[in-house]
């Protein structure tokens, strides 16, 4: 009787003692850099340079400024052109590799998607600059062939989105599709069989089956895309410094509020932008999860 | 096996949603506060109250090309312990100063003691921010800070209190290639409507080859600023005087309209790949700076010995007052957080009028003009340049117009970002200075200027 109860007490004392443990270290790390910071960014964005309560002054002063519609603007219509990209080709890239039925070559192409997102965010783009840049580029006949003789064409104001898209694309897409290839790897073979068997061919199979299946994978993406998207700065930070300012100086919103902490040293403001970047974020994933049944056991 | 309750199952899938979303949103939090920001600096441009002096080594940032200034005074004053730190100099208007700058009041602790900067605006933000202490209240002699060429600092002055050292001058000249000029029986302009009707001249005659560039960033200062544009007139501590659309400036926009048109004129920036490539052994005449002589042609152009020369720069038929812009021309800064001021300010007077390192080592025109007599000589003896310089670059150095101004945003960027963007969209610089005039008025309000015209 004795030997049969202790470990029960045991488990009453601390359960769930090695999950807690797991992410203990997390949970730390998490209240540090996140919560800590989060919680001063509102600070900030409420009270003025002086520590007093500023309501929402801060707010209307970066809704003033001459510069923030178009940042919104910008970031809006980066976010467009990335997310939806995104979606189409991870997917679309997912599936091609998942049919592959050669192990080699399906091997050595997640490799091959893997490997720009394994460069630093900030490298990746330094090998862009020298894409695009007509004098210098590797694909410098593709530039030329399509207009393009100065890196100045390249970066005029209304390529831009498309340029971040394709860097970020570039930079972080492979990763996602390879999460992709997992996911679809998880879907039961009798399924598909069964599908093949009732006549549903490759598109219907991809558009009944499979994609339907990878929902809360592709849900989980956007969520994260939308909201590095919408934090949009080292592209575009780049860029303007690689085109002595022709590019992006002032192009996002994180851009906006890093000069309205740098260059006009004023803080509350800046926080004031990151606070409403964090609110859309949150509230675009709560949305995202609420509709999804992203956490819904299956 | 007992199937649980529809009521408690629908309560666990609330539960697990709303855990769910709790987690989400606590994921997004943590991804989007990331990058939070932090730090605001602190107002203070009173009284200078030096800190408590302790002495010990001095922390001096420069930029790579200033670095072997900092090393040569270690090895000259080797009591004097430096801690060279090495930076980006703030170049392209990166900022970097002011960055660390606002965060080290916040922390109150990191400042360095000595700073090169090669930016001249650094005060229009260092003083408000209290980083800066005065130089003339005390810590450098007046008998040495009047060694410097005429209005040399006057990007340090604020309020008649000099809060920074001018390092090298960057005054416009006209730079040309003596032998082609020579060969093809062309006189050198004297006057801008000379300087036009030679570039229509090249057009025809020697078609591919240039007479400047009016696409560098810097194309305001070089034209608009010797043509006495008022884009950037800085009247007061927070107030600027933006006229761009003035007669002055629009007779220079058509000149360069005229010239960009007919191909004497590029519109790529000479520090560019493609510059460098189709347009380095193409060059006539190239208004410029004082440092373009190192910098562009015997650095990154390659240009051979004896071909290159100096004259003043044009000015309009029936002017009587010369004039010339200015194209940089680093500055050194003065930690009012420093406990070793004297060591600091040693350094900060070594630096600037040292001919061991200004007359020998220092790439640009010293500010300071003894340093600019015992650079002058080196450059004639290195017998690079076709001709005299010296006068050419002494003269200039008393003509920068002294209507534009150093205010904290960048007119660089401005022009970047306004009037090279609608270049490459094939529009005029005339029909763009409307633009021009809106962003300078836009950015200086943001930056909290007054701004009248």
């Known amino acids: 009787m004795t030997t049969a109860t202790r470990p029960s007490r045991r488990r009453t004392r601390w359960p769930g003692r090695a999950g807690h443990l797991f992410v203990a270290a997390y949970v730390v790390l998490l209240v540090a850099f996140g919560v800590v910071p989060t919680v001063y960014a509102i600070y900030f964005a409420f009270t003025d340079a002086g520590d007093r309560f500023a309501g929402v002054a801060n707010f209307v002063e970066a809704a003033t400024d001459f510069r923030y519609f178009s940042a919104v603007g910008h970031v809006a219509l980066y976010l467009l052109c990335w997310l939806v990209s995104l979606v189409v080709f991870v997917v679309g890239l997912a599936l091609v590799l998942h049919r592959l039925t050669s192990r080699a070559a399906g091997t050595a192409l997640r490799l091959f998607y893997y490997i720009p997102g394994a460069l630093a965010g900030a490298a990746s783009v330094l090998v862009w600059l020298f894409m695009l840049d007509p004098s210098v580029s590797p694909v410098s006949f593709l530039l030329r062939a399509s207009g393009f003789d100065t890196f100045g064409e390249v970066v005029a104001p209304g390529h831009l989105p498309v340029l971040f898209t394709m860097i970020a694309f570039w930079t972080g897409a492979g990763g996602w599709i390879v999460v992709m290839y997992g996911a679809l790897n998880t879907i039961s073979p009798d399924l598909l069989e069964a599908a093949r068997i009732d006549g549903a061919g490759t598109w219907q199979t991809a558009w009944r089956i499979q994609i339907p299946l990878l929902r809360k994978w592709i849900v989980y993406m956007v969520i994260l895309a939308f909201a590095g998207g919408t934090q949009l700065f080292v592209e575009p930070q780049l860029l303007s410094q690689a085109s002595v300012g022709v590019a992006g100086r002032d192009y996002s919103l994180n851009q906006l509020s890093y000069d309205f902490a740098f260059q006009n040293d004023n803080v509350n403001t800046a926080a004031a932008i990151s606070v409403e970047l964090l609110v859309i974020g949150v509230v675009v994933a709560g949305v995202f999860v609420a509709r999804s049944g992203f956490f819904d056991a299956d | ?453």
């Open chain 2, 1 to 453: 096996m007992t199937a649980p309750a529809p009521g408690a199952r629908r309560s666990g899938q609330r539960r697990r949603r709303s855990a769910g979303l709790v987690l989400g949103v606590a994921a997004v939090l943590a991804a989007v506060t990331a990058c939070g920001n932090g730090g605001s600096g602190t107002g203070a441009e009173s009284g200078f109250q030096p800190v408590q002096q302790t002495g010990g080594p001095l922390t001096v940032w420069v930029d790579s090309t200033r670095l072997p200034a900092a090393q040569l005074y270690q090895k000259q004053h080797p009591a004097t312990k430096l801690n060279i730190v090495t930076y980006d100099g703030d170049a392209n208007g990166s900022n970097y100063l002011q960055t660390k700058v606002s965060l080290f009041n916040r922390t109150r602790s990191g400042w360095p003691d000595v700073v090169f900067s090669t930016q001249n605006n650094e005060t229009s933000w260092a003083v408000q921010a209290g980083f800066t202490a005065p130089l003339n209240k005390g810590q450098i002699p007046d008998a040495t800070l009047s060694g410097w060429a005429p209005g040399a600092n006057d990007p340090c002055t604020v309020d008649g209190t000099l809060y920074c050292l001018r390092n090298d001058l960057a005054q416009t000249v006209l730079w040309y290639n003596a032998s082609l000029m020579q060969q093809w029986n062309y006189q050198v302009p004297k006057t801008w409507e000379e300087y036009q009707a030679l570039g229509q001249r090249v057009a025809t005659e020697h078609p591919g080859y240039l007479v400047g560039t009016a696409g560098d960033n810097f194309t305001p200062e070089i034209y608009l600023w010797a043509a006495k544009c008022g884009a950037n007139e800085i009247t007061g501590p927070k107030a600027v005087k933006v006229n761009t659309t003035s007669p002055a400036c629009t007779r220079m926009a058509t000149l360069l309209d005229t010239l960009v048109a007919n191909r004497s004129m590029s519109t790529s920036s000479v520090f560019s790949s493609d510059f460098d490539k189709n347009s380095g052994d193409k060059i006539l005449m190239l208004p410029g700076p004082s440092w373009f002589g190192g910098s562009i042609f015997q650095e990154s152009l390659k240009t051979p010995k004896g071909q290159i020369g100096v004259a003043p720069m044009p000015q309009w038929a029936g002017e009587t007052a010369p004039s010339v812009g200015n194209v940089g021309g680093g500055t050194w800064l003065l930690s009012a957080h420093s406990a070793n001021l004297k060591d600091a300010a040693d350094f900060l007077t070594w630096v600037t009028t040292a001919p061991d390192y200004q007359g020998q080592v220092a790439p640009g025109y010293p500010a300071n003009t003894g340093a600019a007599k015992a650079w002058l000589a080196k450059q004639t003896a290195s017998g690079y340049y076709a001709g005299d310089i010296t006068g050419p670059l002494q003269t200039a150095a008393a003509q920068v117009w002294p209507g534009w101004g150093y205010g904290q945003f960048s007119q660089e960027a401005i022009w970047a970002a306004t009037v090279t963007t609608g270049q490459t969209a094939g529009k005029t610089i005339v029909s763009l200075l409307p633009d021009w005039q809106k962003a300078i008025t836009d950015y200086a309000k943001s930056n909290g200027y007054e701004v009248s015209q």
